[in-house]
């Protein structure tokens, strides 16, 4: 009995050693990381870690910049979580400006003076739906944020749950905004008397007025392009006056960026009907080294949903049309798509780069079909219940977006200045400038062409907004560098399933079968091992 008591002494005194190391441990290791601040995150996009754009962002703060929550403190109790996960986001902030950033957690409830400022400010309350006592009520709260730098300030109106995968993009394009001296004006031009870009590219629009100075240029007034204009969006043109192409041109040979969404086929949706019609800058644009083709791309493999009306009837069905360009499709070596995970382009032409005139310049295919895809010429047969068997020989990979870096020659070069067109003599001439000389070569500058300008209209963009996220990359990049890329590109847009073999199929199928009665199988017999050794053990304190 004495052996057996001083057996059960010695297994208790090591357990309770083992504890008190464990303790020790866990008091050293919290030690640590209340210095140290580190987190781990094992999520795939590492979404809950702030990205390297906003750790160089803030690392570079020279002032004191401060963020002001305006949260309610009564809040419901399915966002006590939210609340926190917020504050988490914004220590982080903290941690890596180096003592360069102030967060302020704010309740407004109780001060009506404050509620009018931010009132004027453009921060509003929002409604939250509760459920107390078996009935919904509806409360009234603050959910906003203040980001103030010297005497600059940007507000983000509502910091809502369903938006929080898009919260360190906002907080760090709100940040950039306002420490940078100016505001970096894009212009977005269209000639096309059937578009509104107000109207029709709203959305994109918006977008990119978070971040920059949105004018719309019209090339018909003298000197239309600024020259302090950081980029030139031209959405769907049609055909330009020479003069016109000359300012273009003169624009790009100035170092300005240019993004080209051009359709080289014309349609009437309704109706299904499509003509070519290939606007002249097309012209410009071969001479700069990328070619826009008049056809119409169909992938077999990758392609999305489409909505038709008969007039009497309505129906949604896989429509090779529009082309769907997953992960392998994007160009790995580009900071504007490598991290991206789906684009959708309806009716979109191929465009590919011109060998001849981009030598010496760096030409990227950004935006692929698979290797299944199918370029179709006028006459185009749109039926959506077309069923579409080309030969072997005739489907390929075709590029759907080019993106050219270097310095550009004029299209101009040896050839003189266009006139401008004459006016209507009721109109008095407008004073003109002295005709500056033609700038032959550019600095080195960057132009993106895109078979396709449906993809961002408002229409397309509320059944594919990943859309946007493309355009907002591009212009990000070829604007500000990859500071606000890299935290966009983070969210998870599409993750379509890998389709399998009829092989592979069949050894799911047995697994999905078999498998939970052989895991039930093992785990019975891992519990009857478990049982005789216990058995076992208690028999030798017995004998013991």
Same mark, same amino acid.
């Given at each position: 009995?004495?052996?057996?008591?001083?057996?059960?002494?010695?297994?208790?005194?090591?357990?309770?050693?083992?504890?008190?190391?464990?303790?020790?441990?866990?008091?050293?290791?919290?030690?640590?990381?209340?210095?140290?601040?580190?987190?781990?995150?094992?999520?795939?996009?590492?979404?809950?870690?702030?990205?390297?754009?906003?750790?160089?962002?803030?690392?570079?703060?020279?002032?004191?910049?401060?963020?002001?929550?305006?949260?309610?403190?009564?809040?419901?109790?399915?966002?006590?979580?939210?609340?926190?996960?917020?504050?988490?986001?914004?220590?982080?902030?903290?941690?890596?400006?180096?003592?360069?950033?102030?967060?302020?957690?704010?309740?407004?409830?109780?001060?009506?003076?404050?509620?009018?400022?931010?009132?004027?400010?453009?921060?509003?309350?929002?409604?939250?739906?509760?459920?107390?006592?078996?009935?919904?009520?509806?409360?009234?709260?603050?959910?906003?944020?203040?980001?103030?730098?010297?005497?600059?300030?940007?507000?983000?109106?509502?910091?809502?749950?369903?938006?929080?995968?898009?919260?360190?993009?906002?907080?760090?394009?709100?940040?950039?905004?306002?420490?940078?001296?100016?505001?970096?004006?894009?212009?977005?031009?269209?000639? $096309?008397?059937?578009?509104?870009?107000?109207?029709?590219?709203?959305?994109?629009?918006?977008?990119?007025?978070?971040?920059?100075?949105?004018?719309?240029?019209?090339?018909?007034?003298?000197?239309?392009?600024?020259?302090?204009?950081? !980029?030139?969006?031209?959405?769907?043109?049609?055909?330009?006056?020479?003069?016109?192409?000359?300012?273009?041109?003169?624009?790009?040979?100035?170092?300005?960026?240019?993004?080209? @969404?051009?359709?080289?086929?014309?349609?009437?949706?309704?109706?299904?009907?499509?003509?070519?019609?290939?606007? $002249?800058?097309?012209?410009?644009?071969?001479?700069?080294?990328?070619?826009?083709?008049?056809?119409?791309? *169909?992938?077999?493999?990758?392609?999305?949903?489409?909505?038709?009306?008969?007039?009497?009837?309505?129906?949604?069905?896989?429509? &090779?049309?529009?082309?769907?360009?997953?992960?392998?499709?994007?160009?790995?070596?580009?900071?504007?798509?490598?991290?991206?995970?789906?684009?959708?382009?309806?009716?979109?032409?191929?465009?590919?780069?011109?060998?001849?005139?981009?030598?010496?310049?760096?030409?990227?295919? @950004?935006?692929?079909?698979?290797?299944?895809?199918?370029?179709?010429? *006028? &006459?185009?047969?749109? $039926?959506?219940?077309?069923?579409?068997?080309?030969?072997?020989?005739?489907?390929?990979?075709?590029?759907?977006?080019?993106?050219?870096?270097?310095?550009?020659?004029?299209?101009?070069?040896?050839?003189?200045?266009?006139?401008?067109?004459?006016?209507?003599?009721?109109?008095?001439?407008?004073?003109?400038?002295?005709? &500056?000389?033609?700038?032959?070569?550019?600095?080195?500058?960057?132009?993106?062409?895109?078979?396709?300008?449906?993809?961002?209209?408002?229409?397309?963009?509320?059944?594919?907004?990943?859309?946007?996220?493309?355009?907002?990359?591009?212009?990000?990049?070829?604007?500000?560098?990859?500071?606000?890329?890299?935290?966009?590109?983070?969210?998870?847009?599409?993750?379509?399933?890998?389709?399998?073999?009829? !092989?592979?199929? !069949?050894?799911?199928?047995?697994?999905?079968?078999?498998?939970?009665?052989?895991?039930?199988?093992?785990?019975?017999?891992?519990?009857?091992?478990?049982?005789?050794?216990?058995?076992?053990?208690?028999?030798? @304190?017995?004998?013991?």
């Amino acid at each position: 009995m004495k052996r057996r008591a001083a057996k059960q002494l010695r297994y208790g005194t090591n357990t309770l050693l083992m504890i008190v190391s464990a303790v020790i441990i866990l008091a050293v290791i919290n030690l640590f990381s209340a210095r140290h601040f580190h987190r781990f995150d094992l999520t795939h996009n590492k979404q809950y870690t702030l990205s390297k754009s906003s750790k160089r962002v803030v690392a570079g703060l020279e002032d004191l910049l401060t963020i002001k929550a305006y949260f309610s403190k009564t809040l419901p109790p399915y966002m006590t979580n939210f609340r926190r996960q917020v504050g988490d986001l914004l220590e982080e902030y903290q941690t890596y400006a180096k003592g360069n950033l102030r967060v302020e957690f704010i309740d407004p409830k109780g001060d009506p003076q404050l509620a009018r400022t931010l009132q004027f400010q453009g921060i509003p309350q929002v409604q939250l739906n509760i459920l107390e006592h078996d009935k919904y009520q509806v409360i009234n709260a603050y959910l906003a944020m203040s980001i103030e730098y010297e005497d600059r300030r940007e507000v983000i109106p509502a910091v809502l749950p369903r938006g929080v995968e898009n919260l360190e993009y906002n907080i760090t394009s709100a940040i950039v905004k306002v420490i940078s001296a100016q505001v970096r004006p894009i212009g977005l031009l269209t000639n $096309n008397p059937r578009l509104d870009l107000k109207k029709d590219y709203r959305h994109l629009t918006e977008a990119l007025e978070r971040q920059y100075s949105v004018r719309y240029i019209d090339l018909t007034q003298r000197n239309a392009i600024p020259r302090n204009l950081a !980029a030139l969006i031209i959405i769907s043109p049609q055909d330009f006056t020479d003069r016109q192409l000359y300012d273009l041109d003169q624009f790009v040979m100035n170092g300005g960026k240019l993004i080209c @969404l051009i359709d080289t086929v014309e349609f009437e949706e309704d109706a299904l009907n499509a003509s070519v019609k290939v606007p $002249n800058i097309t012209k410009l644009l071969k001479h700069y080294g990328i070619n826009v083709h008049s056809d119409l791309v *169909a992938d077999l493999r990758s392609h999305s949903m489409a909505s038709f009306n008969t007039g009497f009837v309505s129906f949604t069905l896989p429509y &090779p049309f529009f082309v769907k360009v997953r992960k392998e499709g994007f160009s790995s070596d580009s900071q504007i798509v490598n991290r991206l995970e789906s684009l959708v382009l309806p009716w979109s032409s191929s465009v590919e780069a011109n060998e001849a005139a981009a030598q010496g310049l760096e030409v990227a295919r @950004l935006v692929s079909t698979t290797p299944y895809a199918l370029s179709q010429q *006028a &006459p185009f047969n749109l $039926n959506p219940q077309q069923r579409l068997r080309p030969k072997k020989e005739d489907v390929e990979q075709l590029p759907l977006a080019v993106f050219v870096n270097g310095k550009f020659t004029s299209y101009f070069k040896d050839k003189p200045i266009p006139e401008e067109p004459t006016q209507p003599e009721t109109t008095p001439p407008s004073p003109r400038p002295d005709e &500056p000389q033609t700038i032959t070569e550019s600095s080195e500058t960057q132009i993106l062409v895109v078979g396709n300008a449906r993809f961002v209209a408002d229409r397309h963009l509320f059944q594919f907004p990943s859309n946007l996220i493309f355009m907002q990359n591009a212009v990000d990049w070829m604007v500000l560098g990859e500071d606000l890329i890299g935290i966009r590109a983070r969210e998870v847009t599409d993750r379509p399933l890998r389709e399998l073999s009829d !092989a592979q199929k !069949a050894t799911v199928r047995y697994l999905d079968t078999l498998g939970a009665s052989v895991l039930v199988i093992l785990f019975g017999l891992g519990c009857i091992v478990l049982k005789r050794r216990k058995r076992r053990y208690y028999e030798t @304190l017995m004998v013991d």
